[in-house]
């Protein structure tokens, strides 16, 4: 896997519907964004690192903090066509083998990911797309409908995403026995793939869930799943999730600056 080239892009768009400019909110003394830029900064396996943007608010605080960022269209409807675009506009990009697509409100991934993505796709070659979700702990996550849940079948293929508790039951509940996975906002691509999606039509069950993963699936694709393990809270989604958390992002600024002081 050493010889691929893995470009990590960030989509970080401005209007979010539940949570407007949340990217530049502060949290432990930081933008969100950057927050999540500096835990990227650590994943080991990517050739490169850019932030993708349609706003010039974030574009300029990119920026200012040191990071590579891009200008993109405001007419992108997912993340995943802000990603096509950027490779699609630039050279620089154009030669990636994989591209991952790294949620700019997940400040908390774990930095070995990159790599376990990009092995699912290097040892299944009719894969066109890796994922990766963890176990779902919390009884208040289940229903949360912020939370998306993942089913695989038994070779870790993706069966469905959605933002209801699956599987349920006849209870419509948690069922003692039955795993849950919470799925994680990390997408890897094939880079041929990925100009693909952009041409592909949306579908009822990706409109439905408004998960843009599920068009992937509803056009027959296959879509790999690494499970990870339980991490508590890592995405901001909510104005609430802010208090939920800051005490990580605390100790990764404490665990940054601590690195930076110790003489190599």
């Not at 990925?194 to 068009?215: F, I, M, R, S, V």
């Not at 027959?220 to 989604?237: A, D, H, S």
Request: proline share 6%; aromatic share 6%; charged share 20%.
């Amino acid at each position: 896997m050493t010889h691929l080239k893995v470009v990590g892009i960030i989509p970080a768009r401005y209007g979010s519907t539940r949570f407007p400019g949340k990217m530049l909110v502060e949290i432990a003394g930081k933008s969100l964004i950057q927050h999540t830029w500096e835990n990227a900064q650590t994943f080991q396996g990517l050739s490169d690192l850019v932030i993708a943007t349609d706003d010039w608010r974030i574009f300029n605080h990119v920026n200012d903090f040191g990071a590579k960022a891009v200008m993109t269209s405001p007419d992108c409807p997912t993340g995943t066509d802000r990603l096509a675009e950027v490779v699609r506009e630039h050279t620089a990009y154009q030669d990636a083998d994989i591209v991952v697509n790294i949620q700019g409100d997940d400040p908390g991934l774990p930095g070995d990911v990159i790599q376990a993505l990009t092995a699912l796709l290097t040892d299944d070659p009719n894969a066109v797309m890796a994922t990766a979700a963890s176990p779902l702990t919390q009884e208040e996550e289940a229903h949360d409908p912020s939370v998306v849940k993942c089913v695989t079948d038994l070779k870790g293929n993706a069966l469905y995403f959605s933002r209801a508790l699956i599987p349920a039951g006849h209870s419509l509940s948690p069922q003692a026995g039955v795993s849950y996975y919470r799925h994680l906002g990390i997408y890897a691509y094939r880079r041929d793939f990925l100009q693909h999606y952009a041409q592909l039509e949306k579908t009822p069950l990706q409109l439905a869930e408004d998960l843009e993963q599920l068009k992937i699936l509803e056009h027959g694709y296959r879509i790999k799943v690494k499970i990870v393990p339980e991490m508590g809270v890592i995405g901001v989604n909510l104005p609430e999730d802010i208090a939920k958390i800051e005490p990580m992002l605390c100790a990764q600024n404490s665990s940054l600056s601590l690195a930076e002081s110790v003489p190599h």
